[in-house]
């Protein structure tokens, strides 16, 4: 017998009341290890994924560039333009490797309800920004007008494969498929690229371009270059590591209120167990003072409390664990729908100093939570309760 | 009789409750020798201070006045109460004493062996290889140290609570109406385990309202009413 075995085999005693305390920890740290888990998947992906765009700055429109800028990325449509003849301002600054066009817009057909988005590029120079790129098939020419390459979710999904004819109803035109890209795990592969000229065509833009892509020669140049190129009139510059900076001050301030939401959810678990605590040792007074007569000190009642409540803070906790790892893909899907720019990758990283984190916070609770019922145990004096019942 | 054979000598001890402007007089100047071995009987109807007797000769409770020396160690000086404090009664009672409730107070998710063990828990002590087995086989109880309390008669419960009792080898066993919730056969049976343990050495007193059983095993018999000694015991035996 030992003070472990005792405190479980109590808690055995009332099993629903323990298993719904518990479940009040569970839910509450179920919510803190999907969010620690991902916060850090979420910034790791949108991490990876602009560091394989390739491109270091986007020129665009002159308005709301950090929100252009996440849109073009993720396959948004905005409303402005720049011409065409700005590229060739952009083109000549000094440290800029390459500067590419990209023409960005969507084909919604209401039939299918199906919504393409379609990146109008000039493919031998946008090439050079996708090194992770690996193509089944081969790339257009500029003035191809009957061509397109599709992302590798696009070829799925609608069963494409090379050689095959992709029909956009509400433009009226037949393409055919001479590319297939592998699969990229990013934005890429829900796109469909066609000729630049073609994509402006298509959407009567002659003549413009949503943004200019932009990779330069010494990353460490990116504030001076930048500074230049928002001398021209009508750009403004996003770096990426600015569109990163502050999607994920987005998220952040999402997170600092889901936090919010996880310590009330803990202060009500901790409240739960405290209650249930509580109530149990009420009911077991005369059984406290019987282990005061058998020769209990205060520090055993107080000992036999604290490891009770232990026992169901961290089995609350390991619950909220398991519950969170294995419901990660459900609450990723449901987090997906409801964030902006969400990655492509999967957003729950899960590590053990995470798991360990939860373990260590139901323990915290655990022991916030034992403190006044095991003072409240150890005051029962084994005389009080021991009544002859008449 | 020497003076030296008393292992608990209770001099005028009085116990007065405040209830409102009245005051109870639980045990009124009570004086009593108990000795080393015997098993002494506390009879009488209910209110008449039994219990409150032997919890004071028990150290569970503290009397309003009077003198208590258990084993030479002077506990409660007659007239100023030492102010002990709960820690120290309850080491007090950890050295010397074993109780036995009228109702068991089993835990109904430990086994037989595991209510047996409890006071080694609490006193620290570790359970040697065969002593829980030692006293199932003292009790009639071996074969049942797995069963749960649920599983037993109220006689077997009482035993396995008398078990738990002796299981820390105490000098004394203290026992309130033991018999009080059962039938008359497993009554005597519990009589005669308290019986054959003082025979062993071990001193045992006990509360009765069952004054023919008592009289049937206890070595000694005191008769209380109104918190007072009226037979037996009138003085210092």
Redesign the interface.
Known sequence: ???F??AY??L??RKIRTVLTIQGIAIAIFVLFSLLSFQEGYQKSLTQEMEEMGINILAVPKGCPYEAASLIVHGGVIPKYLDEKDLASVSKIDGIELATPIFLSQIYEPEQERTSIIYGIKAQDYVKLKPGWKLNGEYFNDNDTASIVIGNEVAYQEKFSVGDEVYFPTVGKVYKVTGVLARTGGQDDGFYFLPLAEAQRIFDKIGKITAVAIKIKDLSKVGEISKTLEEIPDIQVVTMAQVLGTILNLVGSARTLIFSVVVIALIIGTLGIVNTMFVTIYERK??IG?????????F?IIKLIIIETLIIAILGGVEGSILSFVGGRLVEGFVRSAIPYAPKRMMFTFRFSTFFIAIAYSIIIGVIAAIFPSLKASSV???ET?R??? | MNNDQFIIKAESLTKVYKMGREEIHAVADVSVNIEKGKFYSFVGPSGSGKSTLLNLLGVLDSPSRGRLTIFEEEIYNGGKKRNLSQGTLTAIRRKYFGFVFQNFYLLPTLTVSENISLPLLFLKKKTEPGQILNVLQKLGLEGRGRHLPSQLSGGEMQRVAIGRALVANPQIIIADEPTGNLDSKNAAMVFEVFKKLSQEGITVLTATHDVQLAQTCSDKIIRLKDGKIVEGEAGIC
């Open positions: 017998m030992n003070f075995r005792l085999k109590n055995l005693r005369k059984e019987i282990f005061k007569a058998i020769g209990a000190g205060n055993d004096s084994p005389l021991i002859k019942e008449e």
